[in-house]
């Protein structure tokens, strides 16, 4: 399948595995991109530029496919040296970033110096369009099923994704709530040019994170993630569980007056402990309300095949077939 996503990043599937705290490390970029999608490390959760230096060294290591860094300009609570993560990125000869968070402007002229294309992860119109003015080549329009950071304006994708059509010129991917060929074609069809997954991605056998997680987010239905940090302006969309319903506790009590003091230890820090250790119940990690559709935990391989075969079969024989008067059931993939 050819979009102007595979073209712009020389990918032979229009699927990004978007950059995930403590998930994006160089055994699951390198096992998207050997699929033929494009894999991402999360530059941050690299604790200084020169580990991500070396974590680049190893995904080129486990790939001669294309893949990329994702840098996360989200209100930290000690800001990291970007411009020495970027040096690590340029020097590793990186050729696409994934920004996010608060807008990438005063970093894009190193980036771009460097022939490294951009695509900013956006959850709103108004914040695309900034994307496509400062110089961006892509985005990444994040709806608000999204796992992680929604925004705050709770657009889901079934009309962010024609509005992000109806206005953008530069090509868009997909997020948030993506799993599957039927997602892939929807978003097609509302016209995106391919998908960015988180979730589902971590349910994958190369995805480097403890078995509680991935078997955490299979158990997990649409109904089981919810909402944190509203109030703080900085909304989390996580998987339901102690150290979370504990949170929603004190979010209650504390209404409008609350500060990050007041859940800090529920929320900073604890991604080591969770993904790694498999303390699925310790606080807040990020996940999408498309962990209801997570029914397996395939190899990247399987899944994007599967995905991209499944693709084809819904366009030639569903999609094309109610042109030809033929009556299709509904694709299912359990
Ligand atoms: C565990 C987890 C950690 C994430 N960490 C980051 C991050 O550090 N930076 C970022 O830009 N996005 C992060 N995301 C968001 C994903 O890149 C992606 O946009 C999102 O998961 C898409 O929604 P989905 O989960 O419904 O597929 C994270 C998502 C998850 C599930």
């Known amino acids: 399948m050819k979009t102007a996503i595979t073209e712009m990043f020389g990918i032979r599937h229009p699927i990004i595995q978007g950059g995930m705290h403590y998930v994006g490390f160089a055994e699951l970029a390198s096992a998207v991109s050997n699929a033929g999608g494009l894999g991402i490390i999360t530059g941050l959760t690299q604790k200084t530029p020169e580990l991500l230096a070396k974590e680049i060294a190893r995904c080129r290591d486990m790939t001669d496919k294309p893949f990329g860094v994702n840098l996360t300009f989200l209100p930290a609570f000690t800001a990291p040296p970007y411009p020495e993560y970027i040096r690590a990125i340029v020097e590793g000869g990186v050729k696409i970033v994934e920004t996010a968070g608060r807008s990438p402007e005063p970093y894009l002229p190193a980036l771009k110096a460097a022939g490294i294309k951009i695509i900013h992860k956006c959850t709103s119109v108004r914040h695309s369009l900034k994307a496509e003015r400062i110089g961006c080549d892509a985005v990444s329009v994040d709806g608000f099923e999204c796992g992680g950071h929604p925004g ?163 366009i030639r024989d569903r999609l094309v077939g109610f042109l030809e008067d033929r009556v299709a059931p509904a694709m299912k993939v359990a």
């Open 152 to 314: 705050e304006d709770d657009v889901p994708n079934m009309i962010l994704l024609p509005r992000a059509a109806d206005e953008l010129k530069i090509p868009f991917v997909a997020s948030g709530g993506m799993a599957d060929a039927r997602s892939l074609v929807a978003a097609l069809a509302l016209g995106a040019d391919g998908m960015n997954m988180g979730t589902r991605f971590i349910a994958t056998k190369e995805a480097p994170v403890h078995e509680n997680i991935k078997k955490a987010i299979v158990a997990a239905s649409e109904l089981d993630t919810r909402l944190i940090m509203r109030a703080l302006r900085n909304t989390e969309r996580v998987l339901k569980n102690k150290g979370v319903e504990e949170i929603v506790q004190i979010e209650r009590e504390k209404g409008a007056t609350l500060t990050i003091d007041d859940i800090r230890e529920r929320v900073g820090g604890l991604y080591p402990r969770i993904m790694i250790e498999g303390d699925v119940d310790a606080g807040a990690w990020s996940c999408g309300m498309v962990a209801g559709l997570v029914y397996d935990i395939p190899t990247v391989a399987e899944l994007i095949e599967r995905i991209m075969a499944e693709a084809e079969r819904l």
